[in-house]
């Protein structure tokens, strides 16, 4: 942290490691060996008064050297003489991070953040960027950023600590010698005796007491496990080094087995105690629960209340379509009614002649009639295979087959691009709105229903994402990602069919009508006009 060759360093640490301890003795080095303008950015204003007044302050009382170095600043307000200090050559000055005002108005050659996970964005971006900003005029400039993290993919520290050459903290097993960092799984205990905590090298499998923990830490080494990184120093330590009796191993297994079964405690224990952000399980659908609530019914055993029917069509450039049909009653419900894949190469004709033939489909309804697909959405995000996708959608517009796209973000669930092309339109799918929408349908409104002629393997596919939350453009955003490993089509082609399914202005009642007599569909006699838009008007083009 006084070292010149290092413009920044990052500390990705637990509590009870001491590191306010270590952060006094930073300043104050600076104070008496290398004055500079010194600025701290904590998370709250009473963090920095607790820094400066608690802690600092009893610091340079303590010692003759840095009480020498101070100097009241004259006419200033109580708040500013509480929160300032200046001695020869530069000054300390500790800030909150909610304070834009503040973090405009102060250049500093050294700025030190602490708890930088615990702040939140300000309306003008993050405080944390707007602060390094601040140190840019100086060459020589210093930026020490300590914390325990938070949240997985939303931590400043983490991403501190990626971009640096990542130095671990390793101790030597007292029997083989062999160094290791220690790590929670290596901690164990009887059943039901805590006391008896101790660690287990890895290495020779030999068990180490807690009395040993001195030692071994005394004769621990930093290793750098990204030499190829310079000017960037980053530390990783947890309470498991700590010399501190709070973190002995045994009041540790305590706080473990006290958290178990308890959300709250459990994160509280792996930020604080192993200074490890906590991995947000995330919605997610459960595809075991899913499978198990499958019913019997399917597109050649329809559900009476199912009254028209659209279709989502995901194109694989290698060697398949895969189409999923959903049911839609009256009320909005979904019935997920079965699942094709059609063999052969989106370049051939063939294949796409076979979806004409499964899109063409008629099924016999419950009331009597016949009921085949009413709008179909084909996924042409593939630039391999896209002017392919264009051509035959663009041929069957009238049909209501749609050349789609998606689009994550906050967008609506479909709408026409805004860039039109020759010979037809494409339309923008909004992913992220409709996954979240079809997550709340299934899991807690549970208006989505699954037939059993699903396979398992469509399950696995349908539950492939999970809603996270990533830090983008120093702001937590919260989106779909997927699950490594997992395929996706079931998943891409039920989103694919939801967005057909707003494409669609059934008159319920007309429909259910000439489903009961299916005579009426052969009636040359104009059909009633649905109430509402049309459907060239609904999308624009009338």
Known sequence: MGDPAYERVSVLKAARVGYSTLLSGVIGSYVANDPATVLCLLPREEDARTLIVSQMDPTFAASPNLAACLAEKKGKSKRNRLLHRVFPGGWLKAVAATSEANLRSHNARVLIIDEVDAMEETKEGSPVDLAIVRTKTFDNRKIIMGSTPVKVGSSHIMSGWEDSDQRVYEVPCPHCGDFHELHWKDIRWPKGDRSKAAWWCPSCGTETPE????????????????????????????????????????????????????????????????????????????EDALAASAEDFSLDDLPPEVLAVTAGVDVQRKDRLEVTFIGWDRDGNAFILGHKVIWGLPTEDSTWQELDAVLAEKWKHPLGGEIGVEATCVDSGDGATMETVYDYCYSRFRKKVFAIKGDGGRRPFIAKSSSKANKGRLWIVGVDSLKTHLYTLVTRSRTVRFSKSLPLVWFEQFASERMIERRVGGKPVRRWERIKGKMAEALDTTIYAFAAKELINVNWDAREEVLRMPELAKQTVRPKKPSGPTFMERIGLR
């Open 211 to 286: 009395t040993h923990k001195g030692p071994m830490v005394a004769k621990g080494r930093w290793r750098i496990t990204k030499p190829e990184v310079t000017g960037h120093a980053g530390y990783r330590l947890n309470a498991l080094i700590s010399p501190l009796r709070k973190a002995a191993w045994p009041v540790l297994a305590k706080e473990w087995e006290d958290a178990q079964g308890r959300p709250d405690k459990l994160k509280a224990f792996i930020n604080t105690a192993l200074g490890e952000p906590w991995q947000e399980e995330g919605e997610e659908f459960d």
